[in-house]
């Protein structure tokens, strides 16, 4: 049973920083991607990064790029979002789901998903 959980949410400024953590336990693949999404209230799931796990390679949105870094820690399956220069419009729940190998940006290629963590970026 493949089990992800997502940590490290919270409310913070406009300009602040948060790490998101995804722990996955479970069986184990040979080549996959962790990636990251977020859906914002009324708003479709947008994707934000991932990961291959096999070479470190990484895609970012738009959005987020040169703001947001993600990055995996082999020896304990977990995956990192670091999230700098956090803006109001950042505000969503953060997912994060194993997929294939390949930087997929569609979350129908993932297949597990955590239950995620809100982020809420607010004065």
């Known amino acids: 049973q493949v089990r992800v959980v997502e940590s490290g949410g919270g409310l913070v400024q406009p300009g602040d920083s948060l790490r998101l953590s995804c722990a996955e336990s479970g069986r184990t693949f040979s080549t996959y991607a962790t990636g990251w999404f977020r859906q914002a209230p009324g708003k479709e799931r947008e994707f934000v990064a991932t990961i291959n796990w096999s070479d470190g390679n990484t895609r970012y949105s738009d959005s987020v790029k040169g703001r947001f870094t993600i990055s995996r820690d082999n020896t304990r399956k977990t995956v990192y979002l670091q999230t700098n220069s956090l803006k109001p419009e950042d505000t969503a729940v953060y997912y994060c789901?194993?997929?294939?190998?390949?930087?997929?940006?569609?979350?129908?290629?993932?297949?597990?998903w955590g239950p995620g963590t809100q982020v809420t970026v607010s004065s």
């Open positions: 789901a194993i997929g294939p190998r390949g930087l997929r940006a569609d979350a129908e290629a993932y297949r597990y």
